[in-house]
Nanobody
Framework: QVQLVESGGGLVQPGGSLRLSCVASGSIFSDYVTVGWYRQAPGKQRELVATITGGIYTKYGDVVRGRFTISRDNAKNMLNLQMNSVKPEDTAVYYC??????????WGQGTQVTVSS
């Protein structure tokens, strides 16, 4: 069973940047076909931020497309999310997610991102 640990969250001002990372352990990270980030704001449902499939195909939520960039580094067992031009509505707990055929999926514990001046 893979363990996922997110880091990089914190307080950032509107218009600023933040980089989230997720490190996987306990399993072969490259076996996971789809990896990504979801987020959940207070009182709202968890929503898609971005996923990457097969290391090539990316999918972004409408509200972050053009501002956020997802990437994976199999050699480091790491998934990253570069967040630029952040807005107060980006405030949420961000979760790392992995999936492979089986199906087998796993979630991290989440990292808080707060966008505020």
């Amino acid at each position: 069973q893979v363990q996922l640990v997110e880091s990089g969250g914190g307080l950032v001002q509107p218009g600023g940047s933040l980089r989230l990372s997720c490190v996987a352990s306990g399993s072969i990270f490259s076996d996971y076909v789809t990896v990504g980030w979801y987020r959940q704001a207070p009182g709202k449902q968890r929503e898609l931020v971005a996923t990457i499939t097969g290391g090539i195909y990316t999918k972004y939520g409408d509200v972050v497309r053009g501002r956020f960039t997802i990437s994976r580094d199999n050699a480091k067992n790491m998934l990253n999310l570069q967040m630029n031009s952040v807005k107060p509505e980006d405030t949420a707990v961000y979760y790392c997610y992995v999936w492979r055929p089986g199906p087998v999926e796993s979630w991290g514990q989440g990292t808080q991102v707060t966008v505020s001046s």
